[in-house]
């Protein structure tokens, strides 16, 4: 920069102009990896979580507790990787994001509620609603991967 007390030139603001669009295409490019990590991790831990929840009211309802705590303490870790580094996210992450959460929870809500209540016995549910959420994880990482 010049020491002109008016300003830049034009030479030198271009190249301040160009400098902030190159740092902004790459804290964009390639920033949201934790968070598409914690999308497939939650898919992962939710939908492998379901089966073991058939197998234990197949046996004994009280050992649910471990399935659940196995759950929640990936969830955990994967949610502290997404925060510790997670320091910024691609533009349009949001809607997509809220998007594919909501399918998520809706499938969860599905597979353990109405799993458990209505179709304990039912293999075929559990895997059925595992499976979508798999789908859901694995097309929800996917386009935030391609945005």
Do not use: C, Y
């Amino acid at each position: 920069m010049s020491s002109d007390p008016t300003g830049p030139s034009a030479q030198a603001a271009r190249e301040m102009l160009q400098e902030a669009g190159r740092l902004g295409a790459a804290s964009r490019a390639g920033a949201s990896w934790p968070h598409i990590n914690m999308l497939l991790g939650l898919g992962a831990i939710s939908s492998l979580s379901l089966l073991p929840f058939w197998l234990v009211g197949q046996f004994n309802e009280s050992l649910i507790a471990l399935p659940m705590i196995a759950m929640l303490v990936w969830l955990a870790i994967f949610m502290g990787f997404m925060l510790a580094n997670g320091r910024s996210t691609k533009l349009g992450f949001t809607r997509r994001w809220m998007t594919f959460m909501g399918i998520w929870a809706g499938l969860w809500i599905l597979g353990t509620i109405v799993g458990l209540v209505f179709f304990p016995g039912s293999l075929w549910f559990f895997i059925a609603v595992s499976s979508a959420i798999t789908a859901n994880s694995v097309i929800g990482a996917w386009r935030e991967v391609r945005a």
